[in-house]
């Protein structure tokens, strides 16, 4: 990855030429406004700097809505999320307060009353919560509906600065390159093989492909903006980007009369442009630096949390096996980050974590007599989201060194049990087995 002097030097150079991928401009439509708005903001400043593949254009007009659909519905869904469950519990404890009346329940209609009020404080709590995001929703709805996005990319459009793309004859010469680059893991978007179908397998080297003939016909070098983190784009080393594949490099050079071409992601391109411009937000840069921080420094921080959190929940064993069991001892606790959320709550930088979680638990019964019995063991597979928080200091612009870590939900969803005795009479029957073999072998003899 290139740092901020060497950014520096390349952005000085009217020469050099950059170029954002379609997954850049589909983030802004996912990020809270504010950032979006200090990402666009930079855009326009370099935008007479900027060129974009025209397979980057169609995917993002092919992908746009979707994710316009995904904003616009994350408001509009929330206030019912949070009342549905509200409205179900009141359905059901209704029809309970009706059965107890009926029993003539001692001082029941004081109990439903005051039911009714908690009730009615946690619509109150929803409607405040809903009033506070009132400000967001009007901005958030506002640039859905003037779509800067769309504007910056048909600006870029009308100053002539989208590819021609290939017409179809190239592109099957392209796709017979591609099956066999992704047959023997040649860089780049063999990866998208795996989910992907038809000519969209192929998408990220149909950019490729145009960037490497962009270039052959302009003079300077180019940085590539992108944030998709495959090990078909990107050398990683223990799960850090480091550059782009070595293939890349050579190949691109090959075409290019030795340029160079260098790879940023939207937060490394967020951080060194908002800096030479001297325009950085801080809360813009923790948004997206948000999962990096999360799974290189945070998740360290709250480690012993976690793993207790794993280890010592309340699991109901016998639930989950025909016998039953008394005692437990964890002998095995791993967990991994799935998905990373954040937001600002006042001066709170707020994480919403999802870990998924693996736990090993060898299982005994104890007798009356004291004497123990080997239950097997289960590995259970959970989901846990936490709520971790820290202040930040806004005249210093950094976090604080506390960290306060919530349990939201906890669930277990999937488990393997290692029947015991199952496992004996295998043994057994296999341990039968061999003897058999080694006595047909020996009457052979």
């Known amino acids: 990855m290139i740092g901020y002097d060497k950014y520096e030097e390349l952005i000085n150079d009217e020469n050099n030429t950059i170029i954002l991928d379609a997954n850049?401009?589909?983030?802004?439509?996912?990020?809270?406004?504010?950032?979006?708005?200090d990402i666009l903001n930079l855009l326009c400043e370099i935008e007479h700097k900027v060129w974009i593949p025209k397979q980057v254009y169609e995917e993002y007009y092919n992908n746009k809505d979707v994710e316009k659909r995904k904003q616009h519905n994350k408001y509009k869904n929330i206030k019912i999320e949070l009342n549905v469950p509200i409205q179900k519990l009141e359905s059901d404890i209704k029809k309970k307060f009706y059965r107890y009346r009926k029993f003539h329940?001692?001082?029941?209609?004081?109990?439903?009353?005051?039911?009714?009020?908690?009730?009615?404080?946690?619509?109150?709590?929803?409607?405040?919560?809903?009033?506070t995001l009132d400000d967001e929703v009007k901005d958030n709805n506002k640039l859905l509906k003037e779509d800067k996005v769309e504007e910056y990319i048909e600006m870029i459009k009308d100053?002539?600065?989208?590819?021609?793309?290939?017409?179809?004859?190239?592109?099957?010469?392209?796709?017979?390159?591609?099956?066999?680059?992704?047959?023997?893991?040649?860089?780049?978007g063999y990866e998208d093989a795996k989910e992907k179908s038809g000519l969209r397998a192929f998408g990220d080297l149909f950019v490729w492909k145009e960037i490497i003939r962009y270039s052959s016909s302009n003079n300077g070098e180019i940085i590539f903006i992108t944030n998709d983190e495959k090990p078909d784009w990107w050398e990683i080393e223990n799960d850090k980007l480091i550059g782009p594949r070595k293939e890349?490099?050579?190949?691109?050079?090959r075409y290019n009369n030795n340029k160079n071409i260098h790879f940023l992601t939207l937060r490394d391109f967020y951080s060194s442009t908002s800096k030479y411009y001297n325009v950085l937000s801080y809360i813009t840069e923790l948004e997206?630096?948000?999962?990096?921080?999360?799974?290189?420094?945070?998740?360290?921080?709250?480690?012993?949390?976690?793993?207790?959190?794993?280890?010592?929940?309340?699991y109901n064993y016998e639930s989950y096996i025909d016998y039953s069991c008394n005692d437990s001892d964890v002998s095995y606790v791993d967990y991994e980050v799935k998905d990373v959320d954040f937001e600002v709550i006042e001066k709170e930088a707020v994480y919403y974590v999802t870990l998924e979680g693996i736990v090993n638990v060898s299982l005994s019964h104890k007798d009356e007599e004291d004497d123990e019995y080997d239950m097997g063991s289960i590995e259970l597979k959970v989901l846990i989201e936490l709520d971790i928080r820290k202040t930040i200091d806004v005249e210093k612009m950094e976090l604080e060194e506390d960290t306060r870590v919530t349990v939201d939900s906890f669930q277990v969803i999937d488990y393997e049990y290692k029947d015991p005795f199952e496992e004996e009479a295998e043994a057994r029957e296999l341990a039968e087995a061999?003897?058999?073999?080694?006595?047909?072998?020996?009457?052979r003899h």
Not at 172 to 185: A, M, P
Not at 248 to 253: A, Q
Request: no cysteine; charged share 35%; aromatic share 12%.
């Open 24 to 37: 850049i401009f589909l983030e802004l439509y996912r990020l809270s406004t504010n950032s979006s708005k």
């Open 105 to 131: 329940f001692p001082n029941v209609s004081n109990l439903e009353n005051d039911y009714k009020n908690k009730v009615d404080e946690l619509r109150n709590m929803i409607t405040e919560y809903m009033n």
């Open 159 to 188: 100053n002539d600065k989208v590819g021609k793309g290939f017409d179809i004859v190239d592109k099957i010469k392209i796709v017979k390159e591609g099956e066999t680059r992704y047959k023997y893991h040649i860089p780049p």
């Open 248 to 253: 890349l490099i050579e190949e691109f050079k």
């Open 288 to 314: 997206l630096n948000a999962e990096r921080y999360v799974e290189e420094h945070l998740i360290k921080e709250v480690d012993e949390e976690i793993t207790d959190t794993i280890a010592y929940h309340e």
């Open 434 to 443: 061999d003897m058999m073999d080694a006595l047909e072998e020996y009457y």
